[in-house]
C-alpha cells in the first residue's frame, strides 16, 4: 500500500479490526518511509459495476460518492456515521445482488431514497430536493407532504 504522505510503497499493518457492521476491515497502517499513520477499509467487491448515467455514459460504481450524498443530506441531523455507514452498505449490497454489471444511477437513487425515507425524513428530503431537482418552494411543499403521509401509516 503506497502512503497517502509521502508515496512511499512500503507500509506495515499496525491493527487489523472488522467494521461495526462486519462489512469490512479496518487497518491501521504505518508509513516505513516517513512514519506517518493512516487507516485503510477493505471491502468485499463481487463483481466490477457500471453506473448508466443519463444520456448512456457510464462510469465504474463508486461507493464513495453514496456516502458523500448521504453524509451530506444527514449534515446537523444526529445520524452517526455508523446508521449511515450501514445504509451504504445496505445500498452496495442491493446493487450486488442485482446480478446486473451495469445499474441505471436512476435505481440507485431510489435505493439511497428509500434508505433515507426510514432513516431520517428530514435528510430523505434534503436528497430528495438535489435528486428530484426541485426548483420551487411549493416543490418542497407537495414533497414534503408525502412524507407526512407516510409517516403517519
Known amino acids: ?37 493512516f487507516t485503510t477499509f477493505e471491502r468485499v467487491q463481487l463483481r466490477e459495476i457500471a453506473v448508466v448515467k443519463s444520456g448512456d455514459q457510464r462510469e ?4 464513495a460518492k453514496i456516502e458523500q450524498s448521504v453524509t451530506l443530506a444527514c449534515r446537523k441531523r444526529g445520524v452517526s456515521q455508523e446508521r449511515i455507514d450501514q445504509l451504504v ?7 450486488e445482488t442485482l446480478g446486473d454489471s451495469e445499474v441505471p444511477a436512476k435505481v440507485i437513487g431510489e435505493m439511497v431514497m428509500e434508505g433515507l425515507r426510514r432513516l431520517d425524513s428530514v435528510a430523505y428530503i434534503r436528497f430528495a430536493s ?19 403521509d407516510v409517516s403517519r401509516a
Open 1 to 37: 500500500m503506497r502512503c497517502p504522505f509521502c508515496a512511499h510503497d512500503d507500509t506495515q499493518v499496525k491493527d487489523s479490526r472488522p467494521t461495526e457492521d462486519s462489512t469490512a476491515i479496518r487497518r491501521r497502517r504505518q508509513c516505513e518511509g516517513c512514519g506517518a499513520r
Open 60 to 63: 465504474p460504481f463508486d461507493r
Open 89 to 95: 452498505s445496505g445500498v452496495q449490497r442491493q446493487i
Open 130 to 148: 438535489v435528486y428530484r431537482d426541485f426548483t420551487e418552494a411549493k416543490d418542497f411543499e407537495e414533497f414534503a407532504s408525502t412524507v407526512r
